[in-house]
T-cell receptor
Framework: GNSVTQMEGPVTLSEEAFLTINCTYTATGYPSLFWYVQYPGEGLQLLLKATKADDKGSNKGFEATYRKETTSFHLEKGSVQVSDSAVYFCALQTPLGSGSARQLTFGSGTQLTVLP | NAGVTQTPKFRVLKTGQSMTLLCAQDMNHEYMYWYRQDPGMGLRLIHYSVGEGTTAKGEVPDGYNVSRLKKQNFLLGLESAAPSQTSVYFC????????????????FGDGTRLSIL
């Protein structure tokens, strides 16, 4: 079956530090890959996505590259800010049954805290 | 810009009580989903719908029922609540997918925190 393994947290960094959150996946076929972010008391927001191998998703200074050979989609940011403190979820999207609906399979989430 | 709205935001129930969680979206999305979020487990799909009048089971459907009578609304029901259903419930919606549109991202509500005593 499909699964996503995410770097366990919590992760605590100082402001302007480099961030990497590891994500690897197991899936049949060619899933789309996503990073979602959840701020306290809120729902999940799409951060970035990649739909095929070697695609790089980027948004708000965050980047992740779809690596089919290593089945990975690691999240990186060169200089984190206090406002980046949140829970980050890696997810893959695959077909639901034989129709066109899609299912998201999530990793367990990584809590990031950035200190000033 | 409401997006996906969930009501209520919080609820405490006693074992055996019933309740309905409401999800409404104003983006004219075809697909809607209900997930539950438990500590250390990410989100798991309960039920989903690909259009008005249609619903289907996800990964963890037992103990829940759903209905999609209107395109913009997706209801999640607990007929007889159990402590194991204590969780945070998220609704999501997305455009339909296909060869032209590709994989469309899901848009989430802010969640309903449900405690079953």
């Amino acid at each position: 079956g499909n699964s996503v393994t995410q770097m366990e947290g919590p992760v605590t960094l100082s402001e302007e530090a480099f961030l990497t959150i590891n994500c690897t996946y197991t899936a049949t076929g060619y899933p789309s890959l996503f990073w979602y972010v959840q701020y306290p008391g809120e729902g999940l927001q799409l951060l970035l996505k990649a739909t095929k191998a070697d695609d790089k998703g980027s948004n708000k200074g965050f980047e992740a590259t779809y690596r089919k050979e290593t089945t990975s989609f690691h999240l990186e940011k060169g200089s984190v800010q206090v406002s980046d403190s949140a829970v980050y979820f890696c997810a893959l999207q695959t077909p639901l049954g034989s129709g066109s609906a899609r299912q998201l399979t999530f990793g367990s989430g990584t809590q990031l805290t950035v200190l000033p | 810009n409401a997006g996906v709205t969930q009501t209520p935001k919080f609820r405490v129930l006693k074992t055996g009580q019933s309740m309905t969680l409401l999800c409404a979206q104003d983006m004219n999305h075809e697909y809607m989903y209900w997930y539950r979020q438990d500590p250390g487990m990410g989100l798991r799909l309960i039920h989903y719908s690909v259009g008005e009048g249609t619903t289907a089971k996800g990964e963890v459907p037992d103990g829940y029922n759903v209905s999609r009578l209107k395109k913009q609304n997706f209801l999640l029901g607990l007929e007889s609540a159990a402590p194991s259903q204590t969780s945070v419930y998220f609704c999501a919606s997305s455009r339909s997918t296909g060869a032209v549109l590709g994989n469309q991202p899901q848009h989430f509500g802010d969640g309903t925190r449900l405690s079953i005593l």
